[in-house]
């Protein structure tokens, strides 16, 4: 046999999300020849606008900083892959897995979390900004492609993976837009969501860990000493040194970040198949109201990440540099927003359209819809065009 052909999932496990039968759709449509339910998620999810726009999203560094830095669309690769590895080892559909990772980001701001603090602030008096709730409103709502529906009309399944794959959502917590959406499509937002959910999420922390450190000494922020003294990182750059001797600091980067996601991605394996064993879990119902989530990281690991956690935000997302940079996006954001309630004519003309007729909390979502789409290139266009001095993000 094929080596790589060792790793091909064969079959599902029982408690596996199911897309025969799927919980199906919102709006009804026939079904596709060719593709699971969960496929055309993914497909419909890659092909959307806000997937595209992406590409020019804030992870940690602004765009024009360099080329190989990560963005939002980067990000949410590797979380993908990340993700579906884990799901084949554990025997979940891949499809639907691959799916929430693609989308888990779609709702994000420009600038990262910095426009977002941005937006919510601004939202303050409207219900706030979530980017998870805006998530759902892209493939909701603000796609528009389709003749016969708004969105993307995504399986109940994926919609359920977007909204829940951090945990059950708390009412009193609970975002407006997700809550009305609810009344519409019961998510069962007091439930945990399915697994292939919690895999995206928690894939989205193995990837960042790893990629924030790549693009932390890239940048000069890190040091490959500071690494030595974190306990997850300190005996793999050993091992290192013990196969190969010094390495060139690229080759370096690269065989710690590889050893590390497999390490991690080995140990969630491990520690999921222990709860789902002593939780006897056997159905999705099962998975649904259990008393926690059961996709996790080892308690040891755990720790030592909380330690590798706190690393990075004293040395990369709190760096004096970092910092000015994202107080001058979130000004460029501020701006903008406050720029569009005072005169929607400053907007595109279908935005203009949508705005006529508008209340000022109706005005204030409209307005946030289109500041959060933008992109950082655009949003910095925008604000040139818009006033005489646009505040440097370097």
Known sequence: M???????QTKFVSYAASAAPSRGRLFAEPGCSMRSPFQRDR??????????????KTQVFIYHEGDHYRT??????EVAQIARSIARMLHLDEDLTEAVALAH???HSPFGHAGERALNNM?????????????????????????????????????????????PVEEDKCPPFIKAYNETCDLQLGEFALLEAQVAAIADDIAYCNH??????????????????????????????????????????????????????????????????????????????????LVQFSAPLFQELKELRTFLFASVYRDKWVMKVMTNAQDIVVDLFQVYQKSNKLMPKPWQALL???????????????????????????HRRLFDVTPELR
């Open 212 to 293: 924030d450190i790549d693009d932390g000494l890239r940048a000069g922020l890190l040091k490959m000493s500071d690494l030595e003294s974190i306990e997850l990182t300190k005996n793999i750059l050993a091992d290192i040194q013990t196969s190969y001797g010094s390495l060139p600091q690229g080759r370096l980067i690269y065989e710690l970040n590889r050893r590390l996601i497999t390490l991690m991605v080995a140990d969630v394996v491990q520690e999921t198949q222990h709860l789902i064993a002593d939780a006897n879990i056997k159905t999705q119902a099962d998975i649904k109201r259990a008393n926690q989530t």
């Open 105 to 107: 980001d779609l709702g």
């Open 72 to 77: 939002r669309l980067t990000h949410t690769l």
């Open 356 to 382: 006529a007729e508008c209340d000022d909390k109706q005005k204030a979502i409209h307005i946030c819809d289109f500041v959060s789409g933008m992109t950082d290139r655009y949003a910095v266009q925008e």
């Open 2 to 8: 094929n080596n790589e052909m060792v790793g091909r």
């Open 123 to 167: 939202m303050a008096d409207f219900g706030g900004f979530d980017h998870n709730a805006q998530s759902l409103k892209h493939v909701t709502v603000l796609e528009q492609k389709y003749p016969l529906f708004d969105g993307l009309n995504l399986s109940f399944e994926c919609l359920e993976g977007i909204v829940k794959h951090n945990g």
């Open 43 to 56: 497909d419909r999810i890659i092909h959307s606008t806000a997937f595209r726009r992406l590409t020019h």
